[in-house]
Structures are given as structure tokens and as C-alpha cells.
């Protein structure tokens, strides 16, 4: 067995999402959007939720030039989304072109088919070892009906059926 944080975390399901933001660059939006599943909820007053991301990578970038993300909270059936912006940046953006999305309302932010979706203003973003703690304030947000999670798993994807009791 071994013994290091990445083959323990293996084994705590999350749920998963896609994250969105955007840069402007000579007067066109250019979206870019990523799988995470560090979603957490951070405080209900204010609404405030926290995601993860490496320090190096290009997507805290320009998050951190917008000040602004969309959140899409994927439902059993968003396996492809997820894989889909699971992918390096070259075939993310083809997915950006081909995969049903809509503009938030509040953010501009690209949101997905999905169980529910939040949109965010950045907060404050907190350095922590290789990976930076984003914290967005919630201005915008929806649910569908009950619907089965995808959840992330051992390394891999999985649905989890809800029961009613």
C-alpha cells in the first residue's frame, strides 16, 4: 500500500464540474473551460464557494485577468462534458465550438448542460503549496430537478443513483 496524499485522495468521491472564464483580446471574447472537481461551498452569507487550480496552469491566468467564472455542476449524464475539457487546451477549445452552451446572464461566463450552474465574481484567491484556492462570490446560480451525480472516483467516472426514501 502506499503512502502518499495522491493515492489517499483517490479515495474521496467528489462531484464534478466545468469551470469557464474568459479573456478579451483585440475586441473578441476568447472562452476557455476545464474539468474540476474542487468545488466547494465556502459560506451561504455571502454566497461564496472555492475551486482549485495549479499555479502554473493558463486557465488560473485568465481567470485571474476576467475576475470572473461560470460553473457547470454535471449530472450522470455529463460524462462526455467532463472528458471533454478534461483534454489539453487545443481540443478543450474545439469542444468550446462544438458542445451546447450559453452565456451567463450575470458573467458572460460559458455554462453547460448541466444538473445546475453558478455564476461568480472573483473574491480572493489564496496560494496554498503547488495550487492556488480561487474563491468567487456567487452572483448568479440554477438547478434542474433531482437528477443522478457524476462523481469522480479511483480515478475515474461514476454514477451514483439516487434513491428515494
Known sequence: MK???RDVMRTF???VCVVSTYTERDGERRHNAITANSLT???LEPPLVSLSFRQDSEFFAELMTSSVFG???LGADGE???R???RRRPERDRSLRELVSDPGETTGTLLFEAA???ECRLRDHVVAGDHVMVIGEVVGLGAREAQPPLIFLQ???HRFELEQV
Open 3 to 5: 503512502n502518499d496524499l
Open 13 to 15: 468521491a467528489t462531484g
Open 41 to 43: 461551498s465556502v459560506s
Open 71 to 73: 460553473i457547470s455542476i
Open 80 to 82: 462526455s462534458t467532463a
Open 84 to 86: 471533454a475539457f478534461a
Open 116 to 118: 445546475a450552474w453558478m
Open 155 to 157: 480515478g475515474g467516472f
